[in-house]
T-cell receptor, first 114, second 114 residues
């Protein structure tokens, strides 16, 4: 089975800090995604990447950036954390075949910005 | 634009009772449809998916879903709910043109009465 590993389950950061959320997948998947999950809003796509060094903005990219230097690793960066970025962050990956198989999700990182 | 609506925020059923979770989507062409489940503190797990063919699809854990094009719906069903089914359920839609991107509904939280 594909594994998607998010390095932290819980993080507490201060306003203004630069925050890195790391995600690693072990199945050589081309596509990787970062979502944030908030009550009543479901999952909203922040950024995705379809290849190394390639990235595209999702629906809510403001305040975030990403990095994909290696195929297996996709990092989400909060340049200057703010309290409205307190949320659950979910990473996912998917293979590149033409019919979209389901995504495989990590267990999530619950980030609190104080 | 693609969208997914899950009209029920919470549903409570008794253990052993049948379950139906509603999902309506908006998309101009044939969509790819998914149901995911999220247990507390966990990432999302794929229950089932529809791409084409038989409109009744079977998934894991005894779940099934039926694609009804005329109603733009993809409702999830289970004939007899177990206490372990208590979780949050997300419907998602993907498109051929952007098959690496899924749009999620806001989720339905299922509570199971003993």
């Amino acid at each position: 089975d594909v594994k998607v590993t998010q390095s932290s389950r819980y993080l507490v950061k201060r306003t203004g800090e630069k925050v890195f959320l790391e995600c690693v997948q072990d199945m050589d998947h081309e596509n990787m995604f970062w979502y944030r999950q908030d009550p009543g809003l479901g999952l909203r796509l922040i950024y995705f990447s379809y290849d190394v060094k390639m990235k595209e903005k999702g629906d809510i990219p403001e305040g975030y950036s990403v990095s994909r230097e290696k195929k297996e690793r996709f990092s989400l960066i909060l340049e200057s954390a703010s309290t409205n970025q307190t949320s659950m962050y979910l990473c996912a990956s998917r293979g590149g075949d033409i019919s979209p198989g389901g995504y495989t999700f990590g267990s999530g990182t619950r980030l609190t910005v104080v | 634009a693609q969208s997914v609506t899950q009209p029920d925020i919470h549903i409570t059923v008794s253990e052993g009772a049948s379950l139906e979770l509603r999902c309506n989507y908006s998309y101009g062409a044939t969509p790819y449809l998914f149901w995911y489940v999220q247990s507390p503190g966990q990432g999302l797990q794929l229950l089932l998916k529809y791409f084409s063919g038989d409109t009744l699809v079977q998934g894991i854990k005894g779940f099934e879903a039926e694609f009804k094009r005329s109603q733009s719906s993809f409702n999830l069903r289970k004939p007899s709910v177990h206490w372990s089914d208590a979780a949050e359920y997300f419907c998602a839609v993907g498109a051929m043109a952007s098959s690496y991107k899924l749009i999620f509904g806001s989720g339905t939280r299922l509570l199971v009465r003993p």
